[in-house]
T-cell receptor
């Protein structure tokens, strides 16, 4: 049973439209992430957040923006979609290390949003 | 800086053959965590295994086995008697614990496995 939810699962949208990809988790994790995956498979970190009102850009420059107003919610917005934004977007969350390496389980990923901009 | 290298971009095997996916990592952290994920054509990332740097025991889970060797910085994944359902992209990943609290996951570029019936 998924504890992190992404909607929509698939989205086809016209150039110039504004879109928001939703990501919510029910685990109370403080850290959340957005990855962009190109057709060549490689995963690129585009945004992350270590808590409410904290957002940072990742390794790959992205025209998208994110917000973290609530712990459980980390939406990604594209103000004006372009065909170059066509990709799969994966959201993830993780907890902070609770005090011992044997207890750290890493990231939990959502099912992803496949975005196609035409 | 962390780095994960999956030298095999694509592998094709015939059903029932064994296949090993290679993963080599680099990190300066003494505490770190290694992961394998499977991504089927549907697109979601499925967690397969986690290993921390203190635990070098190899693991077997059904047809899957993992060989973690700190001396060669490798964390290889073997599928025994492969099946068509094993066809997917497999990612090796690393989180280093530098004590700074970042815990950013570094992925390899993935290995696409095709199992031919």
């Amino acid at each position: 049973e998924a504890d992190i939810y992404q909607t929509p699962r698939y989205l086809v949208i016209g150039t110039g439209k504004k879109i928001t990809l939703e990501c919510s988790q029910t685990m109370g994790h403080d850290k959340m992430y957005w990855y962009q995956q190109d057709p060549g498979m490689e995963l690129h970190l585009i945004h992350y957040s270590y808590g409410v009102n904290s957002t940072e850009k990742g390794d790959l420059s992205s025209e998208s923006t994110v917000s973290r107003i609530r712990t459980e919610h980390f939406p990604l917005t594209l103000e004006s979609a372009r065909p170059s934004h066509t990709s799969q977007y994966l959201c993830a969350s993780s907890e902070s290390l609770p005090g011992g390496p044997t207890l750290y389980y890493g990231y939990t990923f959502g099912s992803g949003t496949r975005l196609t901009v035409v | 800086a962390q780095k994960v290298t999956q030298a095999q971009t694509e592998i094709s095997v015939v059903e029932k053959e064994d296949v090993t996916l290679d993963c080599v990592y680099e990190t300066r952290d003494t505490t770190y965590y290694l992961f394998w994920y499977k991504q089927p054509p549907s697109g979601e990332l499925v967690f397969l295994i986690r290993r921390n740097s203190f635990d070098e025991q190899n693991e077997i889970s059904g047809r899957y086995s993992w060989n973690f060797q700190k001396s060669t910085s490798s964390f290889n994944f073997t599928i025994t008697a492969s099946q068509v359902v094993d066809s997917a992209v497999y990612f090796c990943a690393l989180i280093g614990d530098s004590g700074a609290g970042s815990y950013q996951l570094t992925f390899g570029k993935g290995t696409k496995l095709s199992v031919i019936p």
